[in-house]
């Protein structure tokens, strides 16, 4: 396992981010932002650019405190008391 905390940019495909964020553990919470788009090329595509935080048990209240807007599931496992 590599450790990616030491201030590196890495590329790699989408589907190995997905497996390396299922490997972090059970967070409950991804707290994230898109920063800004970069404009469209002529077939559409284009680059996002965003912010993400993984945010685990015993913490979600408080980041997500901090969050604009909050998903409904996300909202009713506060509420219920399945995640803090």
């Known amino acids: 396992m590599t450790d990616f905390d030491d201030g590196l940019t890495y590329?790699?495909?989408?589907?190995?981010?997905?497996?390396?964020?299922?490997d972090c553990g059970l967070d409950p919470m991804v707290k994230f932002r898109v920063t800004h788009d970069?404009?469209?090329?002529?077939d559409?595509?284009?680059?996002?650019?965003?912010e993400i935080s993984l945010v685990p048990d015993g913490y979600v209240r408080e980041y997500a405190g901090g969050c604009d807007r909050i998903h409904k599931v996300l909202?009713?496992?506060?509420?219920a008391g399945l995640v803090t």
């Open 38 to 42: 970069e404009p469209a090329d002529k």
């Open 75 to 79: 909202k009713a496992m506060i509420g």
């Open 11 to 22: 590329a790699m495909t989408l589907g190995e981010f997905i497996a390396l964020i299922v």
């Open 44 to 50: 559409g595509k284009f680059v996002r650019h965003m």
